[in-house]
């Protein structure tokens, strides 16, 4: 079992920034594969972001492309989502979810391959 905690929402303006955390605890062999979700009121869950175990390999969904950033500190068992510029459509819960594998895009944006799940986070952006 893997074990997620997200913290680092809150409301800010438009243009703003927040930085997202998800720590990791439990059997963290099973989180070599880490993604972001997001899920707006009345909307489907949406991939944002995915990253592997050694960063080299990375995903980020073409909404935020140029705006958000994935980042690990493995010796923190943390991952963390810098989103700059932020949007009002950038409003939801933020979850975050881990994987044994870290495989194709195909792969990582799909919620349902990933088996562990944090308790989400609210980001608010006003405009």
């Known amino acids: 079992q893997v074990q997620l905690v997200e913290s680092g929402g809150g409301l800010v303006q438009a243009g703003g920034s927040l930085r997202l955390s998800c720590a990791a605890s439990?059997?963290?062999?099973?989180?070599?594969?880490m993604g972001w979700f997001r899920q707006a009121p009345g909307k489907e869950r949406e991939f944002v972001a995915a990253i592997s175990r050694s960063g080299g390999g990375s995903y980020l969904a073409d909404s935020v492309k140029a705006r958000f950033t994935i980042s690990r500190d493995n010796a923190k068992n943390t991952v963390y989502l810098q989103m700059n510029s932020l949007k009002p459509e950038d409003t939801a819960i933020y979850y975050c979810a881990a994987r044994s594998f870290f495989e194709s895009f195909q792969a990582m944006n799909v919620p349902a391959r990933y088996p562990y799940w944090g308790q989400g986070t609210q980001v608010t952006v006003s405009s």
């Open positions: 439990g059997r963290t062999s099973s989180s070599h594969g």
